[in-house]
């Protein structure tokens, strides 16, 4: 069965430190993995997919299907990077996502 | 564009009452998902759609249930609530084709006591 693991709830981190968010998965067929973010009293909404291959915010993540995992990471974490990050995969054509349990990344001045 | 919107952003109910969470979305998009969160928990597939008249079961059914007469609204129906039901209720939606990034709503946060 599909699933996705995020060992980490919470990572604390100081201002200008390298971060690594770690993402594992399980699925059978040829996955396609998203990064969602949730700042604070704000909606969750998509940071970056595997699939466009970009940096956003100056994070990336690159997927691994040998190691099945797509972890996140900022070379220089900032105070505003502080969030709840959550990876997700997606399994059908349909859309329908599996959620790791999420990662709350603080960042200390 | 408003988005994806929810109500009510709060709500408290009793066991075995009923409600219905409201969502909108003004984007046109063709699915919709409704996904509920519980505490130090990842967000779980309640039901979604594929358009207007279609709706299917995800990983977490049970005890609710959906419409999607138009392609605006897919509300979320609980019919006898229950404490398990205590959750964060997010609705999103995407359109179809594209690169499947769904948009999401604030949330509407629901206790049964």
């Known amino acids: 069965a599909q699933r996705v693991t995020q060992p980490e709830k919470l990572l604390s981190v100081f201002k200008g430190a390298p971060v690594e968010l770690k993402c594992n998965y399980s699925?059978?067929?040829?996955?396609?993995l998203f990064w969602y973010v949730q700042y604070s009293r704000q909606r969750l909404q998509l940071l970056l997919r595997?699939?466009s291959r970009e940096s956003i915010k100056g994070f990336t993540a690159d997927l691994n299907k040998g190691e099945t995992s797509f972890h996140l990471k900022k070379p220089f974490a900032q105070e505003e990077d502080s969030a709840m990050y959550y990876c997700?995969?997606?399994?059908?054509?349909?859309?329908?996502?599996?959620f790791g349990q999420g990662t709350e990344l603080s960042v200390k001045p | 564009n408003a988005g994806v919107t929810q109500t009510p952003k709060f709500r408290i109910l009793k066991i075995g009452q009923s409600m219905t969470l409201q969502c909108t979305q003004d984007m046109n998009h063709n699915y919709m998902y409704w996904y509920r969160q519980d505490p130090g928990m990842g967000l779980k597939l309640i039901y979604y759609s594929v358009g207007a008249g279609i709706t299917d079961k995800g990983e977490v059914p049970n005890g609710y249930n959906v419409s999607r007469s138009t392609t605006e609204d897919f509300p979320l129906r609980l019919e006898l609530a229950a404490p398990s039901q205590t959750s964060v209720y997010f609705c999103a939606s995407r359109p179809l084709g594209g690169d499947r990034e769904q948009f999401f709503g604030p949330g509407t946060r629901l206790t049964v006591l």
């Open positions: 997700a995969l997606n399994w059908d054509q349909g859309g329908k996502l599996i």
């Open positions: 595997h699939i």
């Open positions: 699925y059978s067929g040829s996955p396609e």
